[in-house]
Protein backbone atom coordinates (compact mmCIF):
# COMPACT_ATOMS: atom_id res chain seq x y z
CA UNK A 1 0.00 0.00 0.00
CA UNK A 2 1.24 3.45 -0.84
CA UNK A 3 0.02 6.71 0.97
CA UNK A 4 -0.06 10.11 -0.78
CA UNK A 5 -0.54 12.72 2.01
CA UNK A 6 -1.40 16.32 0.63
CA UNK A 7 -3.71 19.46 1.31
CA UNK A 8 -1.23 21.03 3.61
CA UNK A 9 -0.36 24.44 3.92
CA UNK A 10 0.22 28.13 5.79
CA UNK A 11 -3.03 29.61 7.38
CA UNK A 12 -3.73 31.80 9.85
CA UNK A 13 -5.43 30.81 13.12
CA UNK A 14 -9.10 30.19 13.49
CA UNK A 15 -8.74 28.80 9.35
CA UNK A 16 -9.27 25.42 8.54
CA UNK A 17 -7.78 23.10 6.27
CA UNK A 18 -8.90 19.46 5.19
CA UNK A 19 -5.66 16.82 4.36
CA UNK A 20 -6.17 13.94 2.46
CA UNK A 21 -4.72 10.67 2.13
CA UNK A 22 -4.79 8.50 -1.10
CA UNK A 23 -4.18 4.99 -1.02
CA UNK A 24 -2.90 2.96 -4.02
CA UNK A 25 -1.30 -0.20 -4.77
CA UNK A 26 -4.12 -2.06 -3.01
CA UNK A 27 -7.44 -0.86 -1.20
CA UNK A 28 -7.40 0.06 2.11
CA UNK A 29 -11.19 -0.37 3.00
CA UNK A 30 -9.85 -3.12 5.50
CA UNK A 31 -7.06 -1.24 7.04
CA UNK A 32 -7.93 1.41 10.13
CA UNK A 33 -6.30 4.40 8.94
CA UNK A 34 -4.86 7.34 11.21
CA UNK A 35 -3.04 10.58 11.27
CA UNK A 36 -0.10 11.59 13.14
CA UNK A 37 1.79 14.80 13.92
CA UNK A 38 5.10 16.11 14.54
CA UNK A 39 6.18 19.29 15.50
CA UNK A 40 9.88 20.53 15.14
CA UNK A 41 11.70 19.12 17.94
CA UNK A 42 9.27 16.68 18.81
CA UNK A 43 7.95 12.99 19.17
CA UNK A 44 5.40 11.84 16.44
CA UNK A 45 1.31 11.90 18.21
CA UNK A 46 -1.30 10.10 17.46
CA UNK A 47 -4.14 12.30 15.72
CA UNK A 48 -7.08 10.43 15.30
CA UNK A 49 -8.02 7.15 13.64
CA UNK A 50 -11.14 5.53 12.14
CA UNK A 51 -11.56 1.53 11.73
CA UNK A 52 -12.75 0.11 8.50
CA UNK A 53 -15.93 0.20 10.31
CA UNK A 54 -15.97 4.02 10.62
CA UNK A 55 -15.19 4.31 14.72
CA UNK A 56 -13.40 6.98 15.30
CA UNK A 57 -10.57 7.92 17.73
CA UNK A 58 -9.30 11.17 19.01
CA UNK A 59 -6.22 12.33 20.30
CA UNK A 60 -7.97 14.59 23.52
CA UNK A 61 -5.53 17.69 22.49
CA UNK A 62 -7.70 18.21 19.02
CA UNK A 63 -11.32 16.47 19.70
CA UNK A 64 -14.33 18.46 18.67
CA UNK A 65 -11.62 20.57 16.62
CA UNK A 66 -10.12 17.94 13.77
CA UNK A 67 -12.48 14.95 12.21
CA UNK A 68 -11.10 12.10 10.71
CA UNK A 69 -13.20 10.46 7.29
CA UNK A 70 -12.76 8.08 5.17
CA UNK A 71 -13.95 7.28 1.24
CA UNK A 72 -13.57 3.43 0.56
CA UNK A 73 -14.46 3.84 -2.55
CA UNK A 74 -12.08 6.26 -3.24
CA UNK A 75 -9.28 4.83 -1.22
CA UNK A 76 -8.89 7.97 0.72
CA UNK A 77 -9.07 8.81 3.91
CA UNK A 78 -9.51 12.73 5.46
CA UNK A 79 -8.83 14.89 8.42
CA UNK A 80 -11.14 18.30 8.31
CA UNK A 81 -8.92 20.72 10.68
CA UNK A 82 -10.91 23.11 12.32
CA UNK A 83 -10.05 26.67 14.38
CA UNK A 84 -6.42 26.12 13.57
CA UNK A 85 -4.14 27.12 16.54
CA UNK A 86 -0.53 27.91 16.61
CA UNK A 87 0.38 24.53 18.22
CA UNK A 88 -1.15 22.47 15.75
CA UNK A 89 1.54 23.44 13.65
CA UNK A 90 3.21 19.96 12.36
CA UNK A 91 4.32 18.06 9.67
CA UNK A 92 0.95 15.46 9.40
CA UNK A 93 1.42 11.79 8.65
CA UNK A 94 -0.92 9.44 7.50
CA UNK A 95 -0.76 6.29 8.13
CA UNK A 96 -2.78 2.37 7.42
CA UNK A 97 -2.19 -0.98 9.65
CA UNK A 98 -4.51 -3.59 11.14
CA UNK A 99 -5.56 -2.69 14.46
CA UNK A 100 -6.76 0.70 16.00
CA UNK A 101 -3.55 2.18 17.85
CA UNK A 102 -2.60 5.48 19.59
CA UNK A 103 1.45 3.97 19.08
CA UNK A 104 2.44 4.77 15.63
CA UNK A 105 4.83 2.04 15.48
CA UNK A 106 1.74 -1.00 15.14
CA UNK A 107 1.14 0.75 11.74
CA UNK A 108 2.28 -1.02 8.53
CA UNK A 109 2.08 1.65 6.07
CA UNK A 110 3.15 5.40 5.99
CA UNK A 111 2.24 8.94 3.66
CA UNK A 112 5.54 10.89 3.49
CA UNK A 113 3.63 14.25 4.85
CA UNK A 114 2.44 17.05 4.95
CA UNK A 115 2.99 20.30 6.33
CA UNK A 116 0.45 22.60 8.31
CA UNK A 117 1.64 25.65 9.52
CA UNK A 118 -0.72 27.69 11.89
CA UNK A 119 0.23 32.05 12.32
CA UNK A 120 -1.34 33.64 14.84
Known amino acids: VQLQASGGGSVQAGDSLTLSCAASGRTVSSYVMAWFRQATGKEREFVAAITRTGITYYADSVKGQFTISRDNAKNTGYLQMNSLKPEDTAVYYC???????????????WGQGTQVTVSS
Open 95 to 109: AAGSIVSRTSRLYDY
